[in-house]
């Protein structure tokens, strides 16, 4: 057996429990997002373990042009209000490996002493009136609640493309109006800095 047909084999093996359980309503939804909500870098974002409530309500936002995607506009409009639901859950109920001792901000080294996109994340830039994003999406961003998502381990091509969004305002400002002013704030630098952390806390 090649290397290609035994990876192939073992990620369906891996994907069948889930798949066992997925709502028809998903079957398109993983052509990108995959078997394993993890996406594909350059492709589609990792929802894996996201809150449903925040899926249902990011679907909603694609069916009523509050965030603008032509991919995903058409895919959202296929799914009546259960379809949503069933989605979302099923999505939400995927494994994610998240840092399993995230660590808050008393326990990072000082901030000299941290590179640039860590610096950002957790101790933003008052100067410049930029929060920290660990405030509102949790230590190395594993979420909070069922508003603020996890960060940690998402795409970096995603979570600079989402913020580039909120800049231009092709993206709703999202919950309690907090991110297209913050985004706004952030350089070209910035942004590059703080996805590429992200991205690199856990995920698969």
Known sequence: MTRTVLLGALLTAAAAPALADMPPQAATCISCHQANGLGMANVAPSIAGMPAPYLAEQLRHFQSGAR?????????????????????????SLP????????????????????AGEKLAYQGDWQRDIPSCVSCHGPEGVGVGEVFPRLAGQHADYITSQLKAWQSGS??????????????????EDISAVASYFASQGGQ
């Open 96 to 115: 994610v490996n998240l840092p399993e001792e995230p660590a808050f901000r008393g326990e990072k080294p000082a901030p000299q002493d941290m590179l």
């Open 68 to 92: 603008d995607n032509a991919i995903m506009k058409p895919m959202a409009m296929m799914l009546d209000n259960a379809g949503i639901e069933a989605v979302s859950q099923w999505f939400a």
């Open 171 to 188: 993206r709703a400002p999202g919950a309690h109006g907090l991110m297209a002013p913050i985004a706004k704030r952030l350089s070209e």
